[in-house]
């Protein structure tokens, strides 16, 4: 299944209150905030990334895999009812995360 657009515009609307931009990926989206990815929305549903501050956030959310193969990841549907609690913890995981590498500068084409 692929996600819906409206469920992305109701996350965001949701958490309005925060600088977050999405891409979709593959009929999927991922969430940024501040340039960092900090959850998924796979098949209408919100994934946090489990890092040890959102776990300490939101210790007794549901887990499971964003998609097949994946890793646990927060189920953070229930953390939309109350969105500072949701917001407190994709804050988080961006501050966990490590900083993005830098790009590499692209090479001038050859003439």
Do not use: W
């Amino acid at each position: 299944m692929t996600t819906a657009p409206g469920s992305i515009e109701h996350i965001l609307d949701t958490l309005s209150d925060q600088p977050l931009t999405f891409r979709k990926m593959f009929g999927e989206y991922a969430l940024y905030l501040n340039g960092i990815v900090v959850a998924f929305v796979c098949d209408d549903t919100l994934f946090i990334k489990p890092t040890p501050s959102a776990l300490a956030i939101l210790p007794d959310a549901d887990r499971g895999p964003a998609y097949p193969g994946s890793k646990d990841y927060i189920i953070g549907s229930e953390a939309l009812d109350e969105p500072d609690l949701c917001i407190r913890a994709l804050r988080a995981v961006a501050a966990d995360a490590p900083p993005p590498k830098p790009k590499k500068p692209r090479k001038p084409k050859a003439k």
